[in-house]
Structures are given as structure tokens and as C-alpha cells.
Nanobody, 125 residues
Framework: QVQLVESGGGLVQAGGSLRLSCAASGSTFRNYVMGWFRQTPGKEREFVATIGRIGISTYYADSMKGRFTISRDNAKNTGYLQMNSLKPEDTAVYYC??????????????????WGQGTQVTVSS
């Protein structure tokens, strides 16, 4: 099993940037595909981005392309989500997640086995 802890959330003005971190422990981080999701009250958890085990291949939700960048540093057992040009509609709790590798990109929350506790991102207008 892998344990995940997010950090880096906070309050930022529209147009600003934040970098979220996801620290992994308990198992070999590089064995897992990592993803980021977000959720607002009353809505389903939404896929943001995912990255392959060695950090070369990435896949984004269409609405995040060009503004968000997912990355990972397996030597530090940490994943990242760089968020630029933030908008008020990006306000949400952001979660990192991990899963075993598969032959295709997975974007549904139920396809990820391990989750962090989430970090709040608030973008003011």
C-alpha cells in the first residue's frame, strides 16, 4: 500500500499560481501511476491529470490543458501539480491518488485505489 499526503493548497487571486505536492510513503512510489482530482461541494470528484510511473507520459482533462502541469520526482517520492492562470472556478479540494499501472489511461475516481486527504484551493476573483 501507499500513503499519500497533499500540501500546497491555499488562497490565491485569479490569474495566480499554486503548486500542489503529494508526498508518498509506505510503498515504492515509482510502481504507481499517479493522478490528481478535484471536488467541490455537491459535485462528483473530477479528473484533472495523471502521470505514468516514470514521469514521461501524462494525460490531462481537456479543461486543464495548457494551465496545469503534472509531474513527479520518484527520488523524492513526491508528485506535483503546477497550476497557473487560476480561475475562481478552479476552487475545489484537490486530491492526489495512485493506482497500479494499466494499459490505458484511467480517469475515473473508482479506478484509483489510494487517496490522500485533500488540500483546499481557493481562487478569489
Amino acid at each position: 500500500q501507499v500513503q499519500l499526503v497533499e500540501s500546497g493548497g491555499g488562497l490565491v487571486q485569479a490569474g495566480g499560481s499554486l503548486r500542489l505536492s503529494c508526498a508518498a510513503s509506505g510503498s515504492t512510489f515509482r510502481n504507481y501511476v499517479m493522478g490528481w482530482f478535484r471536488q467541490t461541494p455537491g459535485k462528483e470528484r473530477e479528473f484533472v491529470a495523471t502521470i505514468g510511473r516514470i514521469g514521461i507520459s501524462t494525460y490531462y482533462a481537456d479543461s486543464m490543458k495548457g494551465r496545469f502541469t503534472i509531474s513527479r520526482d520518484n527520488a523524492k517520492n513526491t508528485g506535483y501539480l503546477q497550476m497557473n492562470s487560476l480561475k475562481p472556478e478552479d476552487t475545489a479540494v484537490y486530491y492526489c491518488a495512485a493506482k497500479s499501472p494499466s494499459t490505458a489511461w484511467r480517469t475515473r475516481p473508482e479506478e484509483f485505489a489510494y487517496w490522500g486527504q485533500g488540500t483546499q484551493v481557493t481562487v478569489s476573483s
